[in-house]
């Protein structure tokens, strides 16, 4: 029997603010590259599987699109190799979306303490987000508590 971890997160993205007034462009855009992601990603698995979408507005989202993940995996106590291709691959969909904000819990069956990652965007980033065209998020603040 061998270890597990648990890791879930949300995603969180602004209204959009740039002159087109379609205040559900960024959240249409999300959407699409979400259901773009592969089904049967490699091990560690950042693939469609593990996002779950909001349901369109007023129901499932009023202002910001909140976009969940998860999944329970097998974990390596004696390595962290797989945890940094795992984060590696979760940062190369961050890049392709449009978010204000990125919550990621992980819970490891022999840590006694749950592991926080926060992702915030940099100034730049946040005005290319609203920028004519907008560019996804290229860089952030990552925590980890």
Same mark, same amino acid.
């Given at each position: *029997?061998?270890?597990?971890?648990?890791? #879930?997160?949300?995603?969180?993205?602004?209204? #959009?603010?740039?002159?087109?007034?379609?205040? *559900?462009?960024?959240?249409?855009?999300?959407?699409?590259?979400?259901?773009?992601?592969?089904?049967?990603?490699?091990? @560690?698995?950042?693939?469609?599987?593990?996002?779950? &979408?909001?349901? @369109? +507005? =007023? *129901?499932?989202? #009023?202002?910001? +699109?909140?976009?969940?993940?998860?999944?329970?995996?097998?974990?390596?106590?004696?390595?962290?190799?797989?945890?940094?291709?795992?984060?590696?691959?979760?940062?190369?969909? &961050?890049?392709?979306? $449009?978010?204000?904000? !990125?919550?990621?819990?992980?819970?490891?069956? $022999?840590?006694?303490?749950?592991?926080? #990652?926060?992702?915030? =965007?940099?100034?730049? !980033?946040? !005005?290319? *987000?609203?920028?004519? =065209? =907008?560019? @996804?998020?290229?860089?952030?603040?990552?925590?980890?508590?």
């Amino acid at each position: *029997m061998g270890h597990e971890v648990v890791i #879930y997160g949300v995603i969180v993205a602004p209204m #959009y603010a740039g002159d087109d007034c379609d205040p *559900m462009r960024l959240h249409i855009r999300n959407e699409q590259i979400i259901r773009s992601l592969p089904r049967d990603g490699d091990w @560690p698995w950042v693939d469609l599987s593990i996002f779950a &979408l909001p349901g @369109p +507005q =007023p *129901m499932g989202t #009023y202002r910001r +699109q909140v976009i969940h993940f998860g999944l329970s995996i097998k974990d390596d106590p004696g390595s962290e190799t797989w945890l940094a291709t795992w984060l590696e691959k979760f940062e190369n969909v &961050l890049r392709l979306l $449009f978010w204000s904000s !990125a919550r990621l819990h992980m819970e490891r069956d $022999f840590e006694a303490r749950r592991r926080e #990652y926060t992702w915030t =965007p940099s100034e730049q !980033a946040r !005005a290319a *987000m609203n920028a004519d =065209p =907008p560019e @996804p998020v290229g860089s952030w603040e990552q925590v980890c508590a």
